[in-house]
């Protein structure tokens, strides 16, 4: 069964940056498609940014305007979202995700498997 844990939120100051991990478990050689989202309070889960595990070709929501990194480790099983200049619009859960398909993938119900998420709280 395919398991992910985020790790790596918290609470941190407008202009600061945070590394988010995901830990990845059982993963079969179908779930290529890896993705971040996010949900905000009182809003719907968006898309941040997604990679392909075999190849690693990105892509990116339009709001994180090179503000965000996504990247893995394929020797690790692991998943990661460098978010940098955070911003108190940032403040959200944020989910690792992972699916079937190829790219892109920009909706949530294009993803099979998520994490519990992680907390991130930008305060100004």
């Known amino acids: 069964q395919v398991q992910l844990v985020e790790s790596g939120g918290g609470l941190v100051q407008a202009g600061g940056s945070l590394r988010l991990s995901c830990a990845i478990s059982?993963?079969?050689?179908?779930?290529?498609?890896m993705g971040w989202f996010r949900q905000a309070p009182g809003k719907e889960r968006e898309f941040v940014a997604g990679i392909a595990w075999i190849g690693g070709n990105t892509y990116y929501a339009d709001f994180t305007k090179g503000r965000f990194t996504i990247s893995r480790d394929n020797a690790k099983n692991s998943l990661y979202l460098q978010v940098n200049s955070l911003k108190p619009d940032d403040t959200a859960v944020y989910y690792c995700?992972?699916?079937?398909?190829?790219?892109?993938?920009?909706?949530?119900?294009?993803?099979?498997?998520w994490g519990q998420g992680t907390q991130v709280t930008v305060s100004s």
């Open positions: 995700a992972t699916g079937p398909g190829g790219l892109p993938r920009r909706q949530a119900d294009e993803y099979r498997y």
């Open positions: 059982g993963r079969t050689f179908s779930m290529n498609n």
